[in-house]
């Protein structure tokens, strides 16, 4: 088998030659503002050993990865019926759009999916009490870090640009489908989008996925060995919005993807891998971040199936 | 572990008290006629043992499992320029729909919603002299019964209501992305859909798909390693039309089904799993065939995430 | 020519008898509360003469007819540059879709939808400082009648429900379409809707439209000659929803329709005519008010092309 | 009133100076290979006289203007049973969808898009037992040319190229909405597309449309008062594809354009309008043409509201 250590350091080479490919997220200023050549990857392994390289201490907005989060913290709470809320289904469809939630009558495609997501907070936010608090003292224990926090710039930019979230989340009410305040909602969904963590944060974060559903921060059980092949069934199908498909042809891992830069992938019992650079292809994927996905599945021979 | 022979009996006993609650595809008057009340299940391991149970000499039509291989004997011929032809996306759609054809300028989303395979059999025919017979030579190889043949009455009846498929090869054919005659592409899919076996032939005819790519019928490589990889992960995340999400999320396997009642399921490096029966639910997916591919996922504790 | 007095008198007999055929607009509480059998119609000639028959002094909610006031207040301050906000092509779609626009990067289609209704709201929100005191006291002078006002029970539950439109607003502001608070402009739009007059009132009120552009009550210029023209045309393309064809075809004159139960029709430089009975047919156009139309312009030989 | 002819005059010059303004259709071989610098109208008054200016005898393929002559002859045998065939209303996408055809059972929005004309066709041609002979019969006689015949290279090239509308055709028949073969009716609706006329003969083929029904060369009923007042509202809201609505706007006529170049517009009672000039715009309507038919609205002072 491969050397993980010298592969890393491969792969950063490699995917610096990819700079200048893609484009940092500008739908809201904070996030253009990012410096845009940056790279980082970290791998943790199920027996404890993290591998890096980059830029690995250097924190970045998770984003749409906080979905993951959201869905495991709803599904601790209303297992089974919270699919009462939300689909299973790929969406076939760009990620904020409308059109599928008014078709299909308020049920969003899937949790991963900004409408999905924002109904999976909506279901949290009728079962915690406080959740903003609950959600960053999950992710502090998850990390290892309990400095972790939320960057407010970024928070207070997505909240005063969340026009087409808030359109979701509305069309949603209309159908019965949203049961808080759409601002309260959408407050806590921005700040969840803003936590800021490194690469190996974010792997500790999420390392009961490979781990079926124990966190190797912890060693708790955080979700239930069923739930946890669920959720990577979902995020297999779904995690990249409409790059799904491809994502699984090429790289053939659970994942999900953020507009920061990150992504995050699984290989069941093997590794949590998390890589991070902010320039994205169109489809809101990071360039660099694919390609080191598909090195590392590449030389580690990873082939679920 | 537990043992296959006795655990097939039990999901047999099982899925016989879900009779009557589907209905047998009733789209063409030849596929209506089918008795609905039937089961039959196969699980072929990758050494070699079959167990059965119920039906399993019955044959009845595979209809859209024959798109797996159409795919394979194209990418054989096409390797990765047949994406040229043809997304590796979700739908999000029905199985038969045109709106996204229409949206996005004659590319279907997979192979295998009908747009998309109907694309791929063109693309087959475009290279093969014989397409027929070549189709028909394969699965008597890759079954191991040189007797297999497509059943005449119900091929004349698609192809007699052909006309949504029809529709969609113009539709292609309008936008530059269909070279043959449409009535001579036509006339073979619907052919290759009505394709009899029973569940043991089918399951050694896409044995490759649990062997790595390696028939175990002929013991030769049928597609490279990567290539099955990369199709068990299109199955995995576009098998079942629009239940492939709920397919994934609670069975967890790259799985095709057909309206003729069949789903082939794979687990990967242990079992090809083939289970029929006629009745389908909403989605043209078989009610006991899922049901049993449930029960021994579920009792065979496998959980691929 | 027919009798004027005695078709009306005709016309409301005929229409009693589609009493139960429709179902009172039940998407607000208190709409839904409104006595079903009523009926009502009012002629209003160029000359001056006025003609009613049924309910005539029962004032009922004006619901959409109030778009084509709100239209006219915004294009007597925009002219032609207010169709930079909003199309002027029919929809082909529901009242209130937000799939076309979507598609359409948050340009309603048309001034009657309610998307083109709530960015016209916006745009006279942006250049009349108290536009909920202008818009009462335009009607209260083209009605003749100082008391009108809005029904504060049903403005408040058409705003307590206003999620759909809310949705349609947050849309348009996410595409910049959209410049005022959208619920300050929502506040303001469930108020015209709520505006309540009688037959009578309402003809009068929009007596401009058959007369050039000139108010039969103030008998001044409401809006220029041309400009009531063009607005006539948009009333005949798209002023009943997705039933506006129909309505040409059948009655083939420029009309709006509210789900109060009023029809407003317009015969150039002949006659007002408005009609009210709350029971709706699918489409949300009233079952009696339909009927007694198309046997006005019937008896009337009323053929504008 | 402005005197007619020197109106023709100066709308001429005021045309010419579009030219290069739009491209000419170039779906089909045979219609790119027209001279695109030519303009041509003709107005017929309901009194008989006749007013040209440019080139008014050259004659051009008369394309979707054949739309108006097949729907009034299926009416004519069909009469209001004709709409369960298709529909009545503006259809809010482009001429050749078939997006809304699915949605909406494969029943066409009206007569004038390209799905809804390809129904009336097939209705046509179940009811007449020579169609084309019929329709070519049916224009001699209207147009009062008895030489009036397509152009065998056009039909062709648009037969050749006929996917799209081979793919509607399907799609209808999918749905039991299309009784005939497919090819032997698109090749009928090519020869009528392809029918050759001048401004002239056009006019007084559709001179029925301001006159009551009647056609002023034959004299005779050609549809009754009532279908005709129908079919000219139809033209109103529909006539122009998802360009009708501003049509209406700008114009305010029922009216019906071709890709060839031509529009015909009617003012009821007064005056049948042809124009012609090949080059069109992103809609597919006349740039010319919708300008000459604009300045003469304006000057002529004709508001049917």
Redesign the interface.
Known sequence: MTEIAPLLSHINTQCQLLFGQGNVANYIPELAKIKPQQFAMAVLTVDGETYTTGDAKTRFSIQSISKVLTLSLALQRYGESLWQRV???????AFN????L??ENGVP??PFINAGALAVCDALQSRVSAPLHHYLETVRQLSGNSKINFNKAVSRSEFK?R??N???A??M??FDNFDND?DAVLSNYCKYCAIEMNVVELAKTFSFLANKGVSQTTKETFIS??Q???L???L???GLY?????F???I?M?GKSGVGGAILA?V?ERYTVVVWSPELNQYGNSVAGLHALELFAKEMEI???
């Open positions: 689909g299973k289904e790929p969406s076939g469809t759009s409308l059109i599928q008014e078709m495609r899937n640009h026009f087409r808030a359109a979701m509305n069309l009410k209309s759409v060995r069923k946890n092949s669920q990577n069934s979902l297999f199908t779904s409409d790059a799904a498909g491809d699984a042809y090429r053939g659970p699984v069941p082939q679920l199936f």
